[in-house]
Each structure stands twice: as structure tokens, then as C-alpha cells.
């Protein structure tokens, strides 16, 4: 049985419950608008949050205990930070945006790469400074890993634009 079908310009409200207008296209003006209330936020605003973070707690560290204890949480920060920015980088860079399927596979390998750095640094920590306090250096790891916390926190709310 074939059965007749209605355009779309000539739904009733009594044909069905849900039918809703078209979406009209919106005209660069209110494209521009749209865009000037939302703001794209940029990653590497919570490493700049890190790093100051970071210096921060190095800063404290210094005056409160002294240099060693300031060099071990220096450690700490920079095995945040440092992977940190190397990962944003990959991730902004023109690689991962060709393709859906490059940005997944290119956001996974970068992650394990960031893991490894950070282990790395934190392994090799021990030489680089003398006398390493692993409970300071591991202190201003999770302080500066805090900033992630912050970033979601203090996230921009979406804002509703009336585009007349």
C-alpha cells in the first residue's frame, strides 16, 4: 500500500504533535554575535594556570623551607607542566585537526607520551637535584595537578544570545 506524503511546508499542528518550524540559516551578523558571547577557550590557559601555579608553591617553598626543599617542589611542578605544554602542542597542532580519526589516535599516543615524560622526570629527578625530598617533590606535583580541577571550575558559562 503506498501512502502519500505531506511536504514539510504543509505539516498541520493536528498531523503531528512535535512538528517544529525549520531551522533558519543565521546571517553573519548574528554569527558574529553568537561568537563574541562564546569565546573559544584555548588549553593552554591551564598550562599558563600550572605554570603560575607552580611558581606559586616553588616561590612559598623557598621562603618557608629553603632551596632544597624549593628545587625538589620545582621538580614536581615541571613534571606537570612541562608534559603538559608538550601535549596541548601536539593537540593544537595541524595534524591533529586534518581528521576526526587523526585527532583520536594522535590525542592517545600524546597521552601516553605525556605519561611517559612525566615518569621520566620524575625518575630522573634524583640526579638532577641533590638531596631530593620526594614528599616536597611529589607536593608540588599534585598542587600543580590541582589546576586541572580549577580550569573546570572556573569555566566561562555558555551565554544565550537574542538574535533579533
Known amino acids: 500500500?503506498?501512502?502519500?506524503?505531506?511536504?514539510?511546508?504543509?505539516?498541520?499542528d493536528s498531523d503531528c504533535e512535535d512538528a517544529?518550524?525549520?531551522?533558519?540559516?543565521?546571517t553573519p551578523e548574528q554569527i558574529a554575535a553568537v561568537k563574541a558571547a562564546n569565546p573559544?577557550?584555548?588549553?593552554?590557559?591551564?598550562v599558563a594556570g600550572q605554570a603560575g601555579v607552580g611558581c606559586v608553591v616553588v616561590g612559598l617553598a623557598w621562603l618557608l623551607f629553603g632551596g632544597v626543599i624549593a628545587r625538589s617542589v620545582l621538580c614536581g611542578v615541571l613534571?606537570?607542566?612541562l608534559p603538559a605544554a608538550l601535549f596541548v602542542r601536539s593537540?593544537?597542532?595541524?595534524?591533529?585537526?586534518?581528521?576526526?580519526?587523526?585527532?583520536?589516535?594522535?590525542?592517545?599516543?600524546?597521552?601516553?607520551?605525556?605519561?611517559?615524560?612525566t615518569l621520566g622526570m620524575l625518575?630522573?629527578?634524583?640526579?638532577?637535584?641533590?638531596?631530593?625530598?620526594w614528599p616536597a617533590m611529589l607536593a608540588g606535583l599534585a598542587i600543580t595537578?590541582?589546576?586541572?580541577?580549577l580550569a573546570l571550575a572556573f569555566k566561562r558559562r555558555r551565554q544565550l544570545v537574542r538574535l533579533s
Do not use: C, N
Open 1 to 12: 500500500m503506498l501512502m502519500a506524503t505531506i511536504p514539510p511546508t504543509e505539516w498541520r
Open 20 to 26: 517544529q518550524e525549520p531551522p533558519v540559516p543565521l
Open 40 to 46: 573559544v577557550s584555548t588549553p593552554w590557559w591551564v
Open 79 to 81: 613534571a606537570v607542566v
Open 91 to 117: 593537540l593544537t597542532s595541524k595534524f591533529s585537526k586534518s581528521s576526526p580519526g587523526s585527532a583520536v589516535i594522535s590525542f592517545f599516543v600524546w597521552e601516553l607520551v605525556k605519561i611517559l615524560v
Open 123 to 133: 625518575f630522573a629527578a634524583h640526579r638532577w637535584v641533590t638531596d631530593l625530598s
Open 145 to 149: 595537578l590541582k589546576v586541572y580541577w
